[in-house]
């Protein structure tokens, strides 16, 4: 069966940074793109990054760049989002989303939120 | 950024209705990486159809997806109870992009 667990949520103040990550099992991890979306309360999905099969193709949503980083650890079967600078508008639940076919399989996301 | 435009905001219908739900690329899609998802209050998004069309492992066939070029169709075909929820269309190609959503209400 396959899983994906976020974790590493929680409350930061502006200017600050936190690290998500996402433990997947289930299926072969190193042969996925995997995604990482984001949904702000009450609002729709919004995309944030992707990464290929072995971490040399990065790709982020322009509200992001120069502040988030995405990483995978193919050994530990997990991908990270480094989130450095964070602001007000990131606050959001982060899923972890397996890129194929769309997005197939999701974990069940981790809360970010950024205030004072 | 390719933008989807969804419509319309909110489909109010019974259940055994016929639901349409339209979402519209802002330019043509030259692949057919189109996927529509359903999410309920508290739970992650679950993928229906990819591929525009490729109705997803377990999907009822009362589930469908149609279109080419900008404008792509969700329809599904009699409502049943659990189906009231909110709907999303998403391109996925390296760079990807979400619909704001259609939120079907009985």
């Known amino acids: 069966e396959v899983q994906l667990v976020e974790s590493g949520g929680g409350l930061v103040q502006p200017g600050g940074s936190l690290r998500l990550s996402c433990a997947a099992s289930?299926?072969?991890?190193?042969?996925?793109?995997m995604s990482w979306v984001r949904q702000a309360p009450g609002k729709g999905l919004e995309w944030v990054a992707n990464?290929?099969?072995?971490?040399?193709?990065?790709y982020f949503v322009d509200s992001v760049k120069g502040r988030f980083t995405i990483s995978r650890d193919n050994s530990k079967n997990s991908v990270y989002l480094q989130m450095n600078s964070l602001r007000a508008e990131d606050t959001a639940v982060y899923y972890c989303?397996?890129?194929?076919?769309?997005?197939?399989?999701w974990g069940q996301g981790t809360l970010v939120t950024v205030s004072s | 950024e390719i933008v989807l435009t969804q419509s319309p905001g909110t489909l109010s219908l019974s259940p055994g209705e016929r639901a349409t739900l339209s979402c519209r690329a802002s330019?043509?899609?030259?692949?057919?990486?189109l996927a529509w998802y359903q999410q309920k209050p508290g739970q992650a998004p679950r993928l229906l159809i990819y591929?525009?069309?490729s109705r997803a492992t377990g999907i009822p066939d009362r589930f469908s997806g149609s279109g080419s070029g900008t404008d792509f169709t969700l329809t599904i075909s009699r409502l049943e109870p659990e189906d009231f929820a909110v709907y999303f269309c998403?391109?996925?190609?390296?760079?990807?992009?979400f619909g704001q959503g259609t939120k079907v209400e009985i």
């Open positions: 990464i290929n099969q072995d971490g040399s193709g990065k």
């Open positions: 289930g299926f072969t991890f190193s042969s996925h793109w």
């Open positions: 998403h391109q996925y190609g390296n760079s990807q992009t």
């Open positions: 989303a397996r890129k194929y076919s769309g997005s197939d399989y």
């Open positions: 330019q043509s899609l030259s692949s057919i990486y």
């Open positions: 591929g525009i069309s």
